[in-house]
């Protein structure tokens, strides 16, 4: 079976993603940091990772775009995954007897209107999942966590509420990363790229009208601090299409001579259930 190196626990949302994406024939490698998961796939312990770039509610993740700049590797797929929270505890505990709850900040961020409605303490983990896992191995009574459903069955925990986030739609897309570019496929394509241009007047509108000159849809522009000098940035851009289609192709020769620096992240299949 393929490796697929994801962050978090087993049964974090990120599992659900790696199964969601690549079916259930792979062996999942749980990574406790992002940057772990870059490393596992660098360096041959797993053949992809899946990492989150994006939630529909608290937006980018910043430390996989600053990774994706850092690292050799190809982003060669994408998978939109719903995430929704429950409140879970030990088998038998009822909502009356939970005093405290424990989770990831932006989980707890997510479903803080609830929580609150509960006059609960709350207390911050590094994971979801792990949340739940450590209900189970310390068998912590009048404690909750919020995670996933697959957390929920996979440590034997009981659900006491369902989708208590405050967005009911709240979607997380993740990307697929491999040592080799993705082989094109059917169907429509995205990609990935990031770029620096110089620190004049007109630069980043010169370099994102090579697109709009061809027709070709920016469906994502994010920008991150450079890190060689104070307030420049680099950018993250998504555009509709593969690096071989000739619009494309043509538009991004005609963008390396408005940039300082390019990097082609990858091309690969749109998930068609993303939302740009």
């Known amino acids: 079976m393929p490796r697929v190196a994801f962050q978090g626990e087993r049964g974090a949302f990120s599992e659900e993603a790696v199964w969601r994406h690549f079916g259930r024939d792979v062996d999942p490698l749980p990574c406790k940091s992002f940057r772990d998961v870059f490393a596992a796939v660098a360096n041959g312990e797993a053949e992809h990772g899946l990492v989150p770039v994006e939630n529909s509610q ?104 369902s989708r208590i986030q405050t967005v009911k739609e709240n979607v997380t897309r993740f990307v ?44 994502k522009l994010e920008s991150r601090p450079s890190k060689n000098r104070p307030f420049e940035y680099v950018f993250y851009v998504d555009v509709e299409g593969h690096r071989d289609d000739p619009e494309v192709r043509e538009a991004l020769g005609e963008l390396a001579g408005y940039t300082t620096f390019l990097k082609v992240l990858g091309s690969f299949p749109r998930d068609p259930q993303g939302w740009d």
Do not use: W
């Open 58 to 161: 608290a937006g980018s993740i910043n430390d996989v775009y600053d990774l994706l700049r850092q690292h050799d590797l190809y982003v060669v797929g994408e998978v939109c995954h719903p995430v929704d929270l429950c409140l879970m505890a030990l088998p038998g505990q009822g909502l009356s007897v939970i005093h405290t709850v424990i989770s990831h900040p932006v989980a707890l961020a997510q479903c803080e209107p609830y929580l609150r409605s509960l006059g609960v303490e709350v207390e911050v983990e590094y994971d979801t999942a792990g949340s739940a896992k450590l209900i189970r191995e310390k068998g912590l009574q009048g404690v909750a966590a919020v995670a996933g459903a697959g957390a929920a069955e996979l440590y034997e925990l009981e659900i006491l509420a």
């Open 176 to 219: 697929a990363l491999s040592r080799f570019p993705a082989q094109r496929q059917e169907g429509p394509q995205k990609t990935m790229l990031v770029m620096a241009v110089s620190h004049q007047p007109g630069s980043l509108y010169r370099a994102l009208g090579v697109f709009a000159e061809r027709g070709i849809n920016i469906t």
